[in-house]
């Protein structure tokens, strides 16, 4: 706009690149004019009629009554002189203008004092990013935020700063929870589309985001923020005239988004809005207004005389001088405190919002469709017929927040840990756990029960619900089981992604024990080949002529009982102590691991090249998965508490016989970088849309074989008092289900509610006394024809065991029958009735396989019923017990063993852990998973039997003792025909197919 343009009385002055505080996109501050006898003299005109009534929601309240008014009188025909001051400029007339300001104070205060009351230690900050050094500016906003309570942080750039530099500071303040507002006091061209699309609009308390003003725009203000520009003009409009309802309003350079949102409020507030027209119009519509808006970037005079008696006049620009017509304004400071103040009123309810953000959130799940074909497809054809979720979807939709979510690629995500935080008091919901019968080559399909089950729950019994599973290890997947994604129409999808590396967990794992393996071999052949003072200075070495020991090393030294923080007041007795671990190569515990079935490192010999001078030993090779830091992520319930069990871990016994842990190798700070990542559990979901976490995958006949307490913890927050969590153990009841409740339990605290039981008519047969079967093999025609006989022995025997294994935990079990199309009804309900007289609240027939979530509606609900009981649920056995004893207990009391046989290695082991202190932990047995005794063909109840102990190790980090029983190996071989055969990729599509 050009000066001149409306004619000789109307100039606009172009204002460059002045910053302007307080509007969009330029910060602008308010004047507040009115005309003070400028007409003296003329002919009076008619006084202004209100027209219709314009209806509209207000946007704002009136905050308080009274205060300013400019009022016109009319008198023998003239215009009476309105002799108001406002401001600062007059005490008396000003008081209108100051109760303004103090009422949205005092409104302000109220909500702070509400929201602090409910959240005493919680104090909400307003983050200015400012160019250039305007001290004023931010000194009015300082004072009024410390009338209200607030804090205020100033990031200070250079008035020549670039965007790149905005935008850094931008998205820190976004990532700040902290943070509840952000305002940028910037010049007009920093306000670029990549900044405001940078800003999060729930921390845009001066509205300049393209969502707020569509909000605003659209009448929408409940959820966004109304700049404080505006909420200063209406008030101003408010207190200049009680009746506003038809007042009309001319709003001069309307033409942005800034004169928009003007119009929007104005209307709703009972005026109506006016947009200048051309110069032939403009001083009609002047004389007909009751206000004039100038939101023009430029200086405006009006003529005195166009102006009514008493019509306010409210210029939107920081520069705009009282003109020679004695229009008198605010002040500068006064005006920019009305608008500051509705900035403060923005950020408490800012904070107000995002305190209710992290309360917990109703589920708004929306399930997918299922169109099961009457020939169900191969797996992996099932879960690319289905397209998922996005993953930020899902998580919106079972109360996640977005900050609380790290996205790997479109259908997985970490979830933080900060939600154990953030919801720590919701109640949990109900805890189920999946187990199942001694497994046999035939299948039970605990993973598909678990994925069924869920997606009955939610998709059709409108139940939330959440599925803890194990990642999957790359040693069965390549080799002889192939997918545990479940299977049928009850799988997480994308099958592939859950099967195959994942969000890459077992490679921290393996990373992160390798490099202890690394550093122990290290460590011994250095102490080897080096006296105490070249130690020494290796360990401590000089760094710009100053010494220091590292926060490790110091803790070390602590353990010593050395306290002493300077490296040069060691004594040589003191020295040696601190750098000679003394490792005895031949009691060093730990070992190498590898995802991957590879029977042949189970012993290898380490140090043959001739750079190691000699130092040979024997070691060898465990599955990833058997790893204790595998364990560990499984049982920790914190970073810090994970910090603390890798340093406790055991690697070996020096010379002199003490344990050398992974803090006095000085790894322990690094392992924990390497799996802070590790320690979140993986979100996906089912073919129907319901959520599930995957998150670590101990081997149940190695390790614990259950998913971690940190997912279990999560979800029983999420899922709500009336949700529910099924975690799966993994194995049969004996091995699974035993550890899960002595050993994750007494870790994680939490007390299951139900125990599902999975049982097959198949498996049962075997256990009945069914000839074996071999992988790959036709089946023999006892498990393809009806065999009531075989299914009444397996139901006898070891489903009837199973079930009493459970009891003695004083857990309601339901068993649940995984049906194939083979089984009978006669063979299904043999297996129910049995199952019911052998101490099941419930015993139902399971179809998610063919039929998705509507085949096991009737185990949801017997879940849901079951659950509704009460417990009595206890330990097997107390931990101050011995540990032979504690062995001794599971052997008698869940396998069935007459007794224990321990060697004379396990008898040594044994006393070495009582004497160092370890007596106290609980028991997790490595055994075959495939019969309840050692012996992995004994099928059914095996009686009679003595169970031999041949070694015990102990895993301290994760808190348990490991005794291995018969010939238990910790890694899998690879069969003669591993499922690697079938599995390929099109280089066209990149589909992956054989997967299972």
């Known amino acids: ?37 400028a007409c003296r003299g003329l002919q009076a005109s008619k006084a202004h009629q209100a027209g219709s009534r314009v209806f509209g929601k207000r946007c704002l309240p009136a905050p308080g009554t009274g205060g300013l008014r400019a009022a016109a009188s009319t008198t023998s025909g003239t215009r009476s002189k309105t002799a108001l001051k406002f401001g600062k400029q007059s005490q008396k007339h000003g008081t209108g203008y100051e109760n303004a300001v103090r009422d949205v104070i005092q409104s302000t205060k109220e909500e702070m004092v509400a929201l602090q009351r409910k959240n005493p230690a919680f104090q909400p900050v307003l983050a200015i990013i400012q160019a250039g050094e305007d001290d004023g500016w931010l000194e009015i906003n300082k004072k009024m935020a410390g009338k209200i309570g607030l804090n205020v942080t100033r990031i200070c750039l250079p008035n020549d700063c670039t965007e790149g530099e905005i935008l850094d500071e931008v998205l820190k303040l976004n990532e700040d929870s902290r943070v509840h507002g952000i305002y940028l006091y910037l010049p007009p061209a920093s306000f670029t589309s990549r900044v405001l699309s940078a800003l999060k609009p729930e921390k845009d308390v001066d509205g300049v985001t393209d969502l707020n003003m569509g909000r605003l725009i659209r009448g929408d203000v409940s959820e966004g923020f109304v700049p404080p520009y505006a909420s200063a003009v209406i008030e101003l409009l408010e207190r200049h005239d009680a009746s506003l309802e038809g007042k009309i309003v001319l709003l001069i350079g309307s033409e942005g988004p800034q004169g928009l949102a003007m119009q929007c409020l104005i209307q709703r507030s009972g005026m109506v809005p006016l947009n200048c027209g051309n110069f032939e119009n403009l001083q009609k519509q002047v004389m007909q207004a009751d206000a004039v808006v100038l939101l023009g970037e430029g200086h405006v005079d009006l003529p005195p005389t166009w102006l009514r008696p008493g019509a306010a006049v409210i210029h939107c620009n920081p520069d705009t001088m009282a003109d020679e017509h004695a229009v008198e304004m605010f002040s500068h400071s006064g005006t920019a405190r009305l608008s500051a103040a509705y900035r403060m009123q923005n950020v408490v309810r800012s904070s107000c919002r995002w305190l209710q953000e992290q309360q917990y959130r109703a589920w708004r799940l929306r399930s997918l469709k299922l169109q099961p074909l009457s020939t169900v497809p191969s797996d992996i054809e099932i879960s690319r017929a289905q397209i998922p979720k996005s993953v930020d979807q899902l998580a919106e939709e079972i109360g996640l927040l977005p900050e609380e979510l790290e996205a790997y690629g479109r259908t997985k995500a970490k979830v933080r840990l900060s939600l154990l935080d953030r919801l720590d008091a919701q109640p949990d919901g109900k805890y189920v756990l999946v187990a199942g019968i001694t497994p046999t080559p035939l299948g039970e399909g605990k993973s598909t029960v678990t994925i069924g089950l869920v997606q009955a729950l939610s998709a059709h019994l409108k139940l939330n619900s959440f599925a803890c599973l194990r990642q999957p290890s790359q040693g069965p997947t390549f080799g002889v089981k192939g997918g545990a994604a479940g299977g049928g129409y009850a799988q997480v999808i994308p099958m592939e992604e859950f099967n195959l590396h994942l969000t890459g967990d077992i490679h921290a794992i393996t990373a992160a024990n390798n490099l202890t393996a690394a550093a122990i071999d290290a460590r ?10 070249a130690l020494y200075n290796r360990l401590v070495p000089s760094v710009n002529g100053v010494r220091r020991f590292s926060p490790i090393q110091i803790a070390r030294l602590h353990r010593l009982g050395i306290n002493k923080t300077d490296p040069s007041s060691l004594t040589a007795q003191e020295v040696s102590s601190f750098v000679r671990l003394d490792l005895d190569p031949s009691k060093v515990t730990w070992q190498r691991v590898l995802d991957t079935n590879d029977r042949f490192l189970r012993k290898i010999t380490v140090g043959q090249a001739s750079t190691e001078k000699g130092h040979m030993r024997e070691s060898g090779f465990d599955i990833a998965v058997a790893s204790e830091i595998m364990a560990i992520l499984a049982l920790t319930d914190s970073l810090e508490d994970m910090r603390d069990r890798l340093a406790r871990m055991v690697v070996g016994t020096s010379r002199s016989g003490q344990p050398v842990t992974a803090e006095d190798l000085g790894v322990s700070g690094a392992l924990t970088v390497l799996m802070k990542d590790a320690i979140k559990p993986t979100l996906m979901q089912t073919l129907e849309g319901t959520p599930v976490f995957v998150h670590a995958g101990p081997f149940a006949n190695i390790a614990h074989g259950n998913s971690s307490v940190l997912a279990d913890k999560l979800a029983l927050k999420l899922v709500g008092q009336d949700g529910f969590v099924v975690t799966e153990a993994g194995f049969g009841a004996d091995i699974g289900m035993e550890k899960f409740f002595n050993i994750k339990c007494r870790a994680s605290g939490l007390r299951p509610n139900v125990v599902v039981l999975v049982a097959t008519v198949r498996a049962l047969k075997m256990h009945g006394g069914g000839p074996s079967v071999s992988a790959g093999a036709p089946l023999p025609k006892e498990y393809i024809d009806e065999n009531l006989g075989l299914v ?34 006669a063979e299904i309900d043999l297996v129910c009735q049995i199952a019911k007289e052998s101490g099941a609240s419930n015993a139902v027939p399971c179809h998610h396989w063919a039929l998705g979530g509507r085949g096991s509606v009737k185990l949801a609900q017997a879940v849901k019923e079951a659950s509704s009981r009460p417990s009595d649920f206890q330990f097997l056995y107390n931990l101050e017990i011995p540990i032979v004893e504690k062995i001794r207990t599971i052997a008698q009391k869940v396998y069935g063993a007459d007794d224990i046989e321990l060697s004379t290695e396990a008898k040594a082991k044994i006393d070495y852990y009582n004497q160092q202190g370890y007596g106290q932990l609980p028991i997790c047995m490595a055994k075959t998973h495939l019969s309840l005794s050692h012996m992995p063909d004994k099928k059914g109840v095996p009686t009679g039997f003595t169970l031999p102990i041949r070694d015990v190790r102990a895993s301290i980090g994760a808190g348990f003792i490991y005794p291995l029983v018969g010939t238990m190996s910790t890694m899998p071989g690879l069969p003669t025909r591993p499922c690697f055969y079938d599995i390929d990729l099109d280089p066209v599509t990149e589909e992956i197919t054989g997967l299972f």
Do not use: W
Request: with cysteine.
């Open 792 to 825: 009444a022995g397996g139901c006898h025997s070891n489903l009837k065991k199973q079930i009493q294994i459970a009891h003695l935990f004083g857990v309601p079990v339901v068993v649940a029958l995984n049906v194939f199309k083979t089984d009978t009804q």
């Open 1 to 37: 706009m050009k000066q001149g343009q409306f004619g000789p009385s109307l100039t606009f002055k172009k204002q460059g690149n002045t910053r302007m505080p307080g509007a969009y996109p330029r910060r602008i501050v308010m004047r507040f004019s009115v005309l003070r006898g």
């Open 524 to 533: 011994m052949l250095h102490e080897a080949t080096q006296s105490d003072k």
